[in-house]
């Protein structure tokens, strides 16, 4: 099972007691600040839960799977995600 946006937006409405749109507002602010300092490249923590930061990817060369030739990939960026403490206990009951 998959819990989507409104999945969530319902549940955190009635975990906090808030109405759905409260909770939709909460969300989407949370996504702002959360791509907004990433953009900057500033880690976002929030303890027990997860970590987020931006990493820098190096140049490098691939290769095009429907031909086999070789492709250069630039530098960029991406993002690495890891669990906190009580996200692992969770998912490891």
Not at 27 to 56: I, P, Y
Not at 67 to 72: D, K, M, P, R, V
Not at 81 to 88: I, N
């Amino acid at each position: 099972m998959t819990v989507n946006r409104s999945d969530l937006v319902a549940s955190i409405a009635d975990k906090a007691g808030l109405t759905k749109k409260q909770a939709d507002d909460a969300l989407a602010a949370f996504q702002e600040v959360l791509v907004d300092s990433l953009a900057k490249g500033e880690a976002v923590k929030v303890t027990g839960l997860f970590s987020a930061e931006r990493v820098e990817r190096a140049a490098r060369t691939g290769r095009n799977p429907r031909t086999g030739e070789e492709i250069s990939i630039p530098a960029g960026f991406g993002v690495k995600l890891s669990a906190g403490s009580t996200l692992k206990a969770a998912v490891g009951k």
